[in-house]
C-alpha cells in the first residue's frame, strides 16, 4: 500500500517553512526553512511610518526552494506519494493584481513599488482609514458590518489596507483591478488559475479581515463601502462573494509547477488559511482550550460548536467565524501585536552602539531576569508597542515603562517587559471570560513556547492557568498539513487529521501559587497604567 504524504507550507514574517508529513501517523519526513532575503535587508519598510511590505519574489523563490530543499532531504518520495500541499500565510496581508491576477510588483514599472507588494500584516499605515470605516460603521443607520469583527474595525485588514494605498499612490489605483490575499493568491499559483473572479477565497481570511459573513450576504454592502469611499465601492464588483474553508480543495497542481516541483499534478491544493489559525489546528485544538501562538506577536484562538457560541457576539477581538478554523465550529481570534518584537526591541536597544544584533543578549538578559523575584524591582511596563490589536484595537497606543530609578538594570527592565507581554495575554483571556467565552486551559506553540521556559512560566503565573506546550516545532506547518490531508482525502475532517496526525504536548506549565498572588496585584496596576496611557496620553 503507497504512503500517502502532504506539504504543509507555512508563510511566517520573516520566512516560509515547508514540512513533509506522514499522513498515517503525523511523522515529520523532512522540513526546510528559506528566510526573505529581501525582507531580511528591511527593503520597502519604513518603521517609522509602520510600513511594512514584503516582495512577492521572496514568496516566489521561498515557495520552490523549500519544496525542492524538502523532497531532496526525504530522498525515496515518489511524486505520486504526495496527496495534498496547503498553504498558510499570516494576515491580513493583500497584494494589488492586475487583470490576469498578477501581483502589481511582478509587472514592469512596478518593481520597486511598495503599494504594489503585499502590505504585511503588521502595516499600521492605515489608522486613519481603518477609523472612517469604524465611524461610518457605527453611525450610518445600517447594518454594523463590525459586529463580528469585534466592534471595531484595524488598520492591520483588508479594506483599511486598500483605502490607503489607492488613495495616496494614483499609479497604483489605475493600475489594480483587484486584490488578493496572500493565503489565496498562494493556492490560487499553485492550481494556474489566479483570475480574481475565479480563484478560492479563504472563509479564514474573508471573515476574520474583510468583514465577510453569510448574514450580510457576503461582503459589506456596496452602498457602506461607497459612502466609506467611491474607490472601494467600485472596487467591491472586482472582488467575491463566496467563500470556503480549509477542507476545500482550491484545485489540483498545474503542470507547470507540478514540473518546477517535481511532483505530480494529480497532487491536491487545499483552499489556504491564516498561519495561527492551522497553528490552532496542528497544536490539537479542541473547545475549552485557548490555542495561543507565541512568537513576534500572538494569536489566540478559541474553537466553540457553532450552535453554542455562534450567535453571541464577543467584542473587542478580530473577529468570529464559522468554520475559519475547525470547519463546522465558530472560530474566534484575538492576538497582541506585538509579544517578542517587544524582546526584540529592547535586545536591539541596549545593541545600538555595537552597530549589530548580539544574539546572545536575549539569553544573558533571561539568566539574568529568572532570579528577580517578582514585583520587587519596582518596574510596571506596557505592552502596547505596536498599538493593541485586542481587546479593543488601537493601533495608536504606544508603550510604558514605568517605576525606573538609576539603580535599574537591564534584567530588571527585560523581566518587567516579559511580564507585560503575560499582562497582555491574561486581558485578553479575561475578555473571553467576560464575554461568555470559557475554557479550561492554554494550548500554546510557536518558537518562544518551545525556546523560553521562563517566558511561559511567567505567562502561567500571571493568566494562572496550566500551558501546555505543543510538541512539534512546526505546529503551524503541521496544522497546514492536517488540512491538505482532509482537503486531498485522506481523512473526512480535521479531528479525525489531529487523531491521527497530532504530534501531542511536550510539557506544562503549572502556574507557582506565590507568583500568582503577587501578579494579582501588579495586574491590577498594569490596568490603571493602561487606562491612564489611552485616556491622558493618546
Known sequence: M????VFGIDYGTDSVRAVLIDTADGTELSSAVFEYPRWGKRLYCDPATQRFRQHPLDYLEGLEFTIRETLAQAK??????????????????PVAVNREGVPLALTKGFEEDPDAMFILWKDHSSYKEADEINRLAHSWGGT???????????????????????????????????????C????????????????KRSRCAAGHKAMWHEEFGGLPSGEFLTRVDPLLGELRKRLYSITYTADVPAGTLSEEWASRLGLSTSTIIGTGAFDA???????????????????????????????????????????????????????????????????AWFRDLLSWASGRQEKDVLTLLTKEAEKISPGTSGILALDWFNGRRTPDANPLLKGAITGLTLGS????VFRALVEATAFGSRRIAERFIEEGIE?????????????????MQTLADVMNRPIKVARSG??????????????????????????????GFEKTYTPDPENVKIYEKLYKKYLTLGNFIEEKLT
Open 2 to 5: 503507497s504512503r500517502k504524504l
Open 439 to 455: 475554557f479550561k486551559g492554554v494550548i500554546a506553540l510557536g518558537g518562544i513556547a518551545k525556546k523560553s521556559p521562563f517566558v
Open 76 to 93: 525515496d518520495v515518489k511524486p505520486e506519494e504526495v496527496a495534498g500541499i496547503t498553504i498558510d500565510t499570516t494576515g491580513s496581508t
Open 184 to 199: 489565496d493568491w498562494m493556492p490560487a499559483l499553485l492550481t494556474g488559475d489566479i483570475n480574481p473572479l475565479s480563484l
Open 144 to 182: 454594523d458590518y463590525t459586529k463580528y469583527s469585534g466592534g471595531i474595525y484595524s488598520s492591520e485588514w483588508f479594506w483599511a489596507k486598500i483605502l490607503h494605498t489607492i488613495r495616496t499612490n494614483e499609479k497604483v489605483r489605475e493600475s489594480a483591478w483587484s486584490w488578493v490575499e496572500h
Open 474 to 503: 512546526q505546529a503551524v506547518a503541521l496544522g497546514a498539513a492536517m488540512a491538505a490531508s482532509v482537503a486531498s482525502g485522506v481523512y473526512a475532517s480535521f479531528e479525525e487529521a489531529q487523531n491521527a496526525m497530532g504530534n
Open 277 to 343: 489559525h492551522l497553528g490552532a489546528v496542528g497544536g490539537e485544538i479542541r473547545p475549552g482550550y485557548l490555542s495561543k501562538v507565541v512568537g513576534t506577536s500572538t494569536c489566540d484562538m478559541v474553537v466553540a460548536p457553532a450552535e453554542k457560541y455562534g450567535n453571541k457576539l464577543v467584542r473587542g477581538i478580530s473577529g468570529q467565524v464559522d468554520g475559519s478554523i475547525i470547519p463546522g465550529m465558530t472560530g474566534f481570534e484575538a492576538g497582541q501585536s506585538s509579544f517578542g518584537d517587544v524582546y
Open 409 to 412: 538594570d537591564a534584567p530588571d
